[in-house]
């Protein structure tokens, strides 16, 4: 069973950029559709970005499109999310989801089957 491991985050300033990872074990990440959820306090899980098995159909939220890139990594069990242009609002917990069941990464966390533990991230005035 895949298991994933978030890192990366951490506090940053309004403008500035970060780049989370995740990083999967029991399992090769380029079989599965690998997506980036997040969480703010107070609120819903909502769909950041995704990415194909073979990483070339990649799909974002509208509210991070131009700022945001989902990549893989070249030693394929690794996902990016580099963040730019950072705003207050992006702040929240982020979570990585796999799923193998779907060859289009699906923006719906239900259609994800294996989650990782979130990594914060926090942006400052």
């Known amino acids: 069973q895949v298991q994933l491991v978030e890192s990366g985050g951490g506090l940053v300033r309004t403008g500035g950029s970060l780049s989370v990872s995740c990083a999967a074990s029991g399992g090769t990440l380029s079989t599965f559709a690998v997506g980036w959820f997040r969480q703010a306090p107070g609120k819903e899980r909502e769909f950041v970005a995704a990415?194909?098995?073979?990483?070339?159909?990649?799909s974002y939220a509208d509210f991070v499109k131009g700022r945001f890139t989902i990549s893989r990594g070249n030693a394929k069990n690794t996902v990016y999310l580099q963040m730019g242009s950072l705003k207050f609002e992006d702040t929240a917990v982020y979570y990585c989801?796999?799923?193998?069941?779907?060859?289009?990464?699906?923006?719906?966390?239900?259609?994800?089957?294996?989650w990782g533990q979130g990594t914060q991230v926090t942006i400052s005035s």
């Open positions: 990415i194909s098995r073979t990483g070339l159909t990649k």
């Open positions: 989801a796999a799923t193998d069941r779907y060859v289009r990464p699906p923006a719906r966390a239900v259609d994800y089957d294996y």
